[in-house]
């Protein structure tokens, strides 16, 4: 089936702007998380969503946000882009929210985000 | 902040030979995972240990944990230069925590 598909995959913004991302779980999957990685931090959770609600939020501004829709794709945005925005973003699936099978979260293959 | 801090941050070994990662965690945990990341793109799940477990296999990958130590190790036997990539251990279960992680090179 299907992976975790991300879009799009690089992106080039400027200081000021705004940016939505797409991610479109593996079919069946309800629970979509978001991941920021960069060189200084690492990978850091922004968001989960289940069922189109947010269930989790990690320590971010509120220029991120995102949204989940009843199909389960998500979208995250982030709005009044800074140069620190400039990252990789991971958006994972899984079928249920909390819960870790054996086969633990899948990840898309990013959006690679440059802010100039 | 990170749960998990990897040991060491970067490894170079040739193929053939073994490579082993370390984590170590803070807090108590339910789980373990392994990921792997080749040259910033997405993650691939290697392997998942429960807290009840103390090993576990996964073809060339073995995955021991102490939870009285509260760390973890990946052990990758007889290595390929396809395993040259970034692995990570993480923990939690709705909101995964990341170590930053240990690179691997493995030399043909």
């Known amino acids: 089936k299907a992976g975790v598909t991300q879009t799009p995959r690089y992106l080039i913004k400027t200081r000021g702007q705004q940016v939505t991302l797409s991610c479109s779980p593996i079919s069946g999957h309800r629970s979509v998380s978001w991941y920021q990685q960069t060189p200084g931090q690492g990978l850091q959770f922004l968001f989960e969503y289940f069922s189109e609600t947010q269930r989790n939020k990690g320590n971010f501004p509120g220029r991120f946000s995102g949204r989940q829709f009843s199909n389960s794709r998500s979208e995250m945005n982030v709005s009044t882009l800074e140069l620190g925005d400039s990252a990789l973003y991971l958006c994972a699936s899984s079928f249920y929210l909390g819960v870790i099978t054996n086969y633990g979260y899948t990840f898309g293959s990013g959006t690679r985000l440059t802010v100039v | 902040s990170q749960q998990g801090e990897e040991d060491p941050q970067a490894l170079s070994i040739q193929e053939g030979e073994n490579a082993t990662m370390n984590c170590s965690y803070k807090t108590s945990i339910n789980n373990l995972q392994w990921y792997r990341q080749n040259s910033g793109r997405g993650l691939v799940h290697l392997i998942l240990?429960?807290?009840?477990?103390r090993e576990k296999h996964s073809g060339r990958l073995r995955v021991t944990l102490d939870t009285s130590k509260k760390s973890s190790s990946l052990l990758i036997t007889a290595s390929r230069a396809a395993d040259t990539a970034s692995y990570f251990c993480?923990?939690?279960?709705?909101?995964?925590?990341f170590g930053k992680g240990t690179k691997l090179t493995v030399n043909p």
């Open positions: 240990i429960r807290s009840n477990e």
């Open positions: 993480a923990t939690g279960s709705e909101k995964l925590v």
